[in-house]
C-alpha cells in the first residue's frame, strides 16, 4: 500500500461515522411524570407505553476476553480498507461498539502494553531503561485489582519477551507463551496463530479457569515481521505489505475460529470481547518501516472494539486511547471504585449508548530507553504537537486536513503553535516523570538510574 493511499485511509477514519448509535439514547430513562386515571384506564394508553431503556451499564458484572494483535494498523477493512484481509473481525465490528479514532500510548510493544495494563503513561512508569522493557512490582496492574476481587486472570502470548522475565505476568494466575518459540530481538521468525488459538481454547475450556469470573488476554503476532505469505491466504502480492495482509488475513481465520467456539461455551452470553493492537505499523509513511522509534499516526493509531452481549453495536468518532482501557475493563468487571492509581476513565457508559464526550487533549509517548529517543505527542482538536526531547524540535499537524502528517505548520501558523505548546506544557505537568531503572545508557547518553518504586 503505497503512501497516498494510506493517507487516504487515515483520512476516512477520521471522518466517516458518527457518534450516534441507531437510536441514541439518554443516560437515563425520562421520568414519567404523573398520569391521568382516565388515561391509565384506556387501552391505547397501554398500547402507546414505550419499552424500557436499554440498558446503560452491563445487567451484572462481566467476563473479559481482551484479543490484542501485534502490528495491527487503524486502516482495516471495517475502517475503509478495501481489501478484505479480515473477514472474522470485520462481522465482530459490525456487532461491536467501533471507535473510529482509537489510539496506543506509544509506538511499540514493550512500552505499549506496560502502559495498558497500568493505565499510566510510560513515563510515569517503574520501569528499566531497556528497549525490550522489564516493569517494577511497586507498578499496580489491573489484573492485580481483579486478581483480589476473586476473578480468575489468564494471559496468553506468542512471543517471548513476554516470556522472559519482565514481570508482565504481574496480578495473573496464569500465564503461558505458545510452545517452540525462541526469542529473536530483530523480528519474529515463528509462525503462531494457529497455536495461540489452540492454546486459547484450552485455557478458557479449562473449568477451573472459568466457573467464575474471568479476565483472559491473548496477544497474537503474526502481523508482525517476519511477513510470511499464507497459503490459507488469498494471494495479495510480493510487497511488504501484500505479505502483512496475508498475515493479517491468517490471523484473522484464527481468531474467527476462537470466537466460533467462544460462542458454544456457557460463558459466552456474560462475556464482553475486546479487540485492539498495542501499536500500527509503517509501510514508508515518513520514511518508515515496521514500528517504534516515532509516535506518527500511522504508529499510534490501532483499532479499538468492545463487542458486549447487552449493547447496540454502534461507532464513535471521539478520541479514545489505551489510557482508559484499564479502568474500562475493571467497570465491566464489576468494579465500582477505580484506584487513583489510572489515569484514564472507564468508557462503559458511552459503550451503552450515552453520547460519547471529547476527552481532549489525548497525550501520545515514547518515553526514552536504549534504543528509543524520547518523544512526546499531544492532540487537541485537529491538531497535533509533536515535542522531541525537552523541545529542542517542535512539529504541528492539522490532522484533518492532513491526515498523514506530512507538512509542518509550526512556522505557518505561530499562534496555534504558542497554543499548543501551553497546552503541552499544562496537560503533561500533571504527568509525573519517572527516571528508568537498571544502569541501561540511554539513548541521550545518560545512565538509567532511577528508582523502582515510591520513596518511602
Avoid at 308 to 337: C, F, N, Q, W, Y
Avoid at 348 to 359: D, F, I, N
Avoid at 407 to 423: G, I, V, W
Wanted: hydrophobic share 35%; with cysteine; proline share 8%.
Amino acid at each position: 500500500m503505497n503512501l497516498r493511499r494510506s493517507i487516504a485511509a487515515l483520512s476516512l477514519l477520521a471522518t466517516t461515522g458518527c457518534d450516534d448509535a441507531p437510536i441514541k439514547q439518554p443516560n437515563q430513562p425520562p421520568s414519567s411524570g404523573p398520569t391521568s386515571a382516565a388515561a391509565e384506564s384506556t387501552p391505547s394508553a397501554s398500547a402507546s407505553a414505550q419499552p424500557a431503556p436499554p440498558p446503560t451499564r452491563p445487567a451484572e458484572p462481566l467476563n473479559v476476553l481482551l484479543i490484542s494483535i501485534d502490528s495491527m494498523r487503524a486502516d482495516m477493512p471495517w475502517a475503509g480498507y478495501e481489501r478484505k484481509i479480515a473477514p472474522n473481525l470485520t462481522k465482530l465490528a459490525g456487532e461491536s461498539v467501533v471507535y473510529e479514532r482509537g489510539y496506543s500510548v506509544s509506538s511499540y510493544t514493550a512500552k505499549s502494553v506496560g502502559a495498558l495494563l497500568t493505565g499510566r503513561y510510560p513515563s510515569a512508569i517503574y520501569r528499566d531503561g531497556y528497549f525490550f522493557t522489564g516493569y517494577a512490582k511497586s507498578n499496580l496492574f489491573f489484573t492485580e485489582v481483579l486478581q483480589k476481587r476473586g476473578a480468575r486472570t489468564i494471559g496468553g502470548h506468542a512471543h517471548m519477551y513476554f516470556g522472559r522475565g519482565k514481570n508482565l505476568d504481574q496480578g495473573f494466575d496464569v500465564w503461558k507463551t505458545v510452545p517452540g518459540i525462541s526469542f529473536n530481538s530483530q523480528t519474529d521468525e515463528h509462525v503462531t496463530s494457529d497455536k495461540m488459538t489452540v492454546m486459547a481454547k484450552e485455557l478458557l475450556g479449562d473449568p477451573a479457569n472459568t466457573k467464575g469470573q474471568f479476565f483472559a488476554w491473548f496477544h497474537y503476532m503474526d502481523p508482525h515481521d517476519q511477513y510470511v505469505k499464507h497459503k490459507e491466504s488469498p494471494d495479495f502480492g510480493k510487497k511488504n505489505r501484500d505479505r502483512y495482509d496475508s498475515e493479517m488475513f491468517y490471523t484473522d481465520l484464527h481468531i474467527g475460529k476462537l470466537l466460533d467456539w467462544a460462542k458454544t461455551q456457557a460463558w459466552w452470553k456474560k462475556t464482553a470481547v475486546v479487540v485492539t493492537a498495542d501499536h500500527g505499523e509503517a509501510f514508508g509513511e515518513h520514511k518508515m518501516w515496521k514500528h517504534a522509534f516515532e509516535i506518527w499516526e500511522v504508529l499510534t493509531r490501532v483499532p479499538i472494539m468492545f463487542r458486549l452481549p447487552d449493547a447496540k453495536a454502534r461507532r464513535i468518532k471521539e478520541r479514545r486511547s489505551h489510557i482508559d482501557l484499564g479502568p474500562t475493563i475493571l467497570d465491566l468487571m464489576g468494579v465500582k471504585t477505580i484506584p487513583e492509581a489510572f489515569m484514564g476513565k472507564t468508557m462503559v457508559p458511552e459503550l451503552y449508548g450515552k453520547p460519547a464526550e471529547p476527552r481532549e487533549p489525548l497525550l501520545l509517548e515514547l518515553a526514552e530507553d536504549s534504543h528509543n529517543p524520547p518523544r512526546r505527542a499531544l492532540i487537541q482538536g485537529d491538531y497535533k504537537l509533536i515535542v522531541y526531547g525537552k523541545g529542542w524540535k517542535r512539529m504541528l499537524f492539522n490532522l484533518k486536513t492532513d491526515p498523514g502528517e506530512e507538512k509542518d505548520l509550526s512556522k505557518d501558523e505561530p499562534e496555534k503553535l504558542e497554543e499548543m505548546k501551553k497546552l503541552f506544557e499544562e496537560s503533561w505537568s500533571k504527568v509525573p516523570s519517572v527516571e528508568p531503572y537498571g544502569g541501561a545508557k540511554l539513548k541521550g547518553g545518560k545512565s538509567a538510574n532511577g528508582p523502582r518504586g515510591p520513596k518511602q
